[in-house]
């Protein structure tokens, strides 16, 4: 069956990095888009990033372009979230979610699957 497995969350400083894994099972990276979103304080789901199955294109929300990068690894069926120049308002519990298609989704409601989530707290 379809599961992914996050991890690598934690505290961070202001300005400081995490790095985000996501073990995918039940499915290939070549099957299906591979995203990741987020559920803060008093905030909704919002998409962060997605990568594509058709060509690894990759896509972000405008407040982390530049600062975090998705990626994957299809031998180790892993997909990465790395974040850089982290701010408090990026606070949030972090979902690593599939979307059976090979296009990311246009909203993360979309997504089909979700893992358990990972907390990402940044503050000093």
């Known amino acids: 069956q379809v599961q992914l497995v996050e991890s690598g969350g934690g505290l961070a400083q202001p300005g400081g990095s995490l790095r985000l894994s996501c073990v995918v099972s039940g499915f290939t990276l070549d099957d299906y888009a591979v995203g990741w979103f987020r559920q803060g304080p008093k905030k909704g789901r919002e998409g962060v990033s997605c990568?594509?199955?058709?060509?690894?294109?990759?896509y972000y929300r405008d407040s982390v372009k530049g600062r975090f990068t998705i990626s994957r690894d299809k031998s180790k069926n892993t997909v990465y979230h790395q974040m850089n120049s982290l701010a408090p308002e990026d606070t949030a519990f972090y979902y690593c979610a599939v979307y059976f298609s090979k296009h990311c989704p246009s909203d993360p409601d979309e997504y089909d699957y979700w893992g358990q989530g990972t907390q990402v707290t940044v503050s000093s």
């Open positions: 990568i594509s199955a058709i060509d690894g294109s990759t």
